[in-house]
Structures are given as structure tokens and as C-alpha cells.
């Protein structure tokens, strides 16, 4: 009875030492997930119904926009006064955001700017966009990714990094478009935690953007 209990304790503390070399060995997938950066990255988005959405026009290009959204002129009462993005070196087309009704008021998570920069000799549309991200050097780590897309047929490049506006940070989702002598630029913000949602919108603009050649 004795060697009995012996060789079952000892069985027992043989089978606890396997498991524990066998743990030790394998790594665990818990410190992956919660080390993981969350990355939010352009879907295919639903059709979605925008025959009574807004029409804007200029410069040879119609972007289409949700009608509850607003124009910076009327959510003001006065007209843009800036008509120039200094970051971009780029002229501001229009500005538009999302108008939420809230107890206090309208609120905005959402807005977009449209804007046309000319070509500059000898530039390369990633040597453009790298004269006008050098803000984005006081932020490592804030972009979050870049790829080149088509968008009306045309090429273009499309990056989605994090930048602090004022407070808080926001995403960005920017689409610089070539065209003929100019670039094309649609760029959007997002408040946090409502980017996947925007986006949405900001996919649906951005896939019914036209754009006259030789304008």
C-alpha cells in the first residue's frame, strides 16, 4: 500500500513538471494582444444611397457630401476666411463637417477638407507629401499607414496617421490625387474612437469624387 502511494505522488509531481516545461516552451498569445497597436485600415463599404446628398463644384471637380453635414461658412455665419492650408502649401476648395445635434448644441467628430495644390518641377507626389508631413516628426509612431490607390482612375496615395489638433488627437485619413498640373487632395478627421464609423463616409465621398481632364 505504501509503494503504492509512493509511486502515485510520485506520478503525480512528474505529470505537473511536464506541464510546466511544456507552458514554459510555448509561448503565450496574451502579452501579442494586448501589446497590439489598433490599426484601422479602408474596408470595401456598403452601397449606400446618396442621390440626396449635397453637390459641391469647382475647379473642374464634383465631390458629393451627406446633406446633414455643413459648410465651415454656415456653421460660422461668414465666409471662410482661410483659403490656404500652410501645412500643405495647398489651396482650400471647401470645408465641410458633420452637424450632430446634441442637448448642448450641435457637436462635430467628423470633417473634411478639399483642396488642389499645383505640381512643383521634378516633383514626386511622395516628395511633395513629405514636405507636407513635417509636422509629423515631433510624433513617432503617428502613421499609421501609406499606399498607393486609384481614385477616378487616377493615381494617387493615401495615408492614415494620428496628430494632436488643439486637444484631443485625432485620424487622419488623407488622398492626394494626381492630376493634370496639380494634385487633388482630400483629407479627413475623425474625433478618436469614431474613426471606423467616419471612415464609412469618408470611403463614400471619396469613391464618388469626379474629375473633369483638361480643365
Avoid at 457637436?107 to 507636407?132: H, I, R, V
Avoid at 496628430?163 to 487622419?172: K, N
Amino acid at each position: 500500500m505504501v509503494r503504492l502511494r509512493v509511486s502515485v505522488i510520485a506520478g503525480f509531481l512528474l505529470l505537473i513538471l511536464g506541464c510546466r516545461g511544456f507552458a514554459e516552451k510555448t509561448p503565450s498569445a496574451v502579452p501579442d494582444m494586448f501589446n497590439a497597436t489598433a490599426t484601422f485600415f479602408p474596408q470595401n463599404t456598403p452601397s449606400m444611397d446618396i442621390s440626396h446628398w449635397r453637390k459641391f463644384e469647382a475647379e473642374g471637380i464634383t465631390l458629393k457630401y451627406p446633406d446633414s453635414w455643413k459648410t465651415v461658412d454656415q456653421v460660422s455665419g461668414r465666409p471662410l476666411q482661410t483659403v490656404e492650408n500652410k501645412e500643405f502649401h495647398a489651396r482650400l476648395l471647401i470645408k465641410m463637417t458633420n452637424a450632430i445635434p446634441s442637448s448642448f448644441g450641435e457637436k462635430y467628430t467628423a470633417w473634411c477638407d478639399l483642396m488642389e495644390k499645383g505640381f512643383s518641377p521634378n516633383t514626386t507626389t511622395q516628395e511633395a507629401m513629405k514636405d507636407a508631413y513635417t509636422i509629423l516628426d515631433n510624433y513617432p509612431d503617428s502613421v499609421l499607414s501609406e499606399q498607393p490607390i486609384s481614385i477616378a482612375g487616377r493615381n494617387a496615395i493615401e495615408k492614415i496617421y494620428r496628430r494632436p489638433r488643439g486637444e484631443p488627437w485625432y485620424q487622419v485619413r488623407d488622398v492626394w490625387i494626381e492630376d493634370t498640373n496639380r494634385w487633388i487632395i482630400l483629407s479627413c478627421y475623425s474625433s478618436p474612437g469614431k474613426f471606423e464609423s467616419n471612415n464609412v463616409l469618408f470611403e463614400t465621398i471619396l469613391n464618388n469624387l469626379e474629375i473633369k481632364t483638361g480643365r
